[in-house]
């Protein structure tokens, strides 16, 4: 593996996790805005729609929201309390022959130690993510 894998010339270093899950694209969007914000976001009421809101999270994640496409995509800054910056997340889903995928795009991580952390963190969100579609 290149020392430099997930760094890119203009988003810094970046990474992205898919799963696929057995459940309709509607039935997925409407857990991953509601119910199952905790899930990959953390604990917060309500993600708000509206671009350029700003959102906070009871475990200290804050950022604003970039872009919000209802069934497609919402992309939003992404900063946990202890960073001393901004990262970019964006949550997909898109149709499958099996259900729909879930993806997660993370991108101006500090380095390669920060996107080897994050890598792992988005890779338990999609097990989760997994669990939850499986039994439901």
């Not at 604990?43 to 509206?50: G, H, S, T």
């Not at 700003?54 to 069934?71: C, F, L, M, P």
Request: no cysteine; hydrophobic share 40%.
């Amino acid at each position: 593996m290149s020392d430099t894998t997930g760094l890119t010339k203009d988003a810094g270093w970046e990474l992205g996790v898919r799963t696929t899950v057995a459940a309709p694209i509607d039935a997925v969007w409407e857990f991953l805005l509601g119910a199952g914000l905790p899930v990959w976001l953390g604990e917060i009421d309500a993600l708000p729609e509206e671009k350029g809101a700003a959102y906070s999270t009871a475990d200290g994640v804050s950022g604003t929201i970039r872009s919000r496409t209802d069934g497609l995509r919402v992309r939003l800054t992404w900063r946990p309390s202890d960073w001393p910056h901004d990262s970019t997340l964006q949550l997909t889903v898109k149709s499958a022959a099996t259900g729909t995928t879930i993806g997660f795009h993370h991108e101006h991580l500090a380095d390669r130690e920060e996107r080897r952390m994050m890598l792992g963190h988005w890779k338990n969100v999609a097990a989760a993510l997994d669990a939850h579609f499986a039994a439901g």
